[in-house]
């Protein structure tokens, strides 16, 4: 997906980064440094939102605070409704997502964080891969006007892989994220 000569350098070099910088084992509230490779500058430069998110002034990606414990309140959520990403240079990520569901006088929400490393691998030739170690995975869930199936619980942590791409398209730079069962899109946001 993704193609030519500069993304074959820059892969190259993390590849190479990568077996210098994360040799060892602990860890820290991103997972195990071993299995995070850094990332390019086109990866980790600004956050990557879902491009129907109406807002893009305000970021998804804080709705959580992994040392206390806790949600971002009702209101300080609403207002970063969306789903989005954001890279750290030595392959550290974060993925959030907020919705809301309006239906009459109810109101159902939907919280869920992901933190962890991340692995790029593979070639220009034959695609780039993008391996997920989420090391937190938080979810809650309130139901509006049933309350009986609210739930805040840890989330799997389950390795997820995807084929990925990052293309221009007029001004603004799209990520795309594709396996077997998903193709997400998001656009750039600095």
Known sequence: MLKGHKWKVLLLASQLMGCLCCVGGGG??????????PLPVELTTGEWRDPTQISRRTTVLDIYNVDAEEWFSVDESDRRAGIGYRFYPDGRYIRASYVTVKNGGCVSRVWNYQQGGVALSGSAETGSVLTFHPAVHRQKYEGGCNHASDMDQDGPLDQQVY???IQA?????????????ENRKFVNQQ
Request: charged share 25%; hydrophobic share 25%; proline share 4%.
């Open 28 to 37: 820290d509230d991103f997972g195990d440094p071993s299995v995070r490779t």
């Open 163 to 165: 084929n990925v791409g």
């Open 169 to 181: 398209e007029g001004d603004e730079t799209f990520l795309y994220l594709q396996n077997s069962s």
